[in-house]
């Protein structure tokens, strides 16, 4: 496992793996991966030709979301493998109660399940877009990212104006 992860560019420290990865997108300088499958089977962060970024990985996604929202400053991305936690039943709650704690938190889900990457903006309340698993294609990943960050502007967009029509209906 050490000899796979020193390979790869990881670093294992507890329950976190660290490695140096690669999205085409600079603003992301941290990412936080929930999944109990490594990132490798993904198809994640094993490209030479983009930037670093420091990633963190917890398999525990009601542990992640506690450590997520109890940061000052934490992650500048979350990716969560759906298919580890598609089965439990608190798992879009799990997703709202991170939306609405870290509003400005990007969130890419990841399925193999899914028909097509959707970069759209129809899942804004769990989730900026999702992507087909693994993502063999690093240019989806620099998309996604651009995608997932302009459709979090209009995400908290959203909220502020929702937030704001239920406060005029209370006075």
Known sequence: ???????????????????????????????????????????????ASFGTVMVEQTADLVSAVRVL????????LVLVNFDDFSGDSIVIDLLRRLRVRLPNLPVILLSRYFR????????????????????TDFARIG???????????????RRRSLMAEKARRMH
């Open 69 to 76: 929202a109890s940061r000052r400053s934490g992650c500048s």
């Open 116 to 135: 097509a990457d959707d970069l759209s903006q129809e899942r804004l309340a769990i989730a900026d877009v999702s992507l087909v698993a693994p993502v």
């Open 1 to 47: 496992m050490n000899e796979l992860a020193a390979r790869n560019g990881y670093r294992m420290d507890g329950e976190f793996a660290c490695a140096a990865v690669g999205f085409a997108t600079e603003p992301v300088q941290r990412a936080h991966l929930i999944s109990r499958a490594p990132a490798s089977r993904l198809g994640l962060f094993e490209g």
């Open 143 to 157: 998309a996604a990212l651009d995608a997932a960050l302009a459709n979090n502007v209009a995400w908290r967009k």
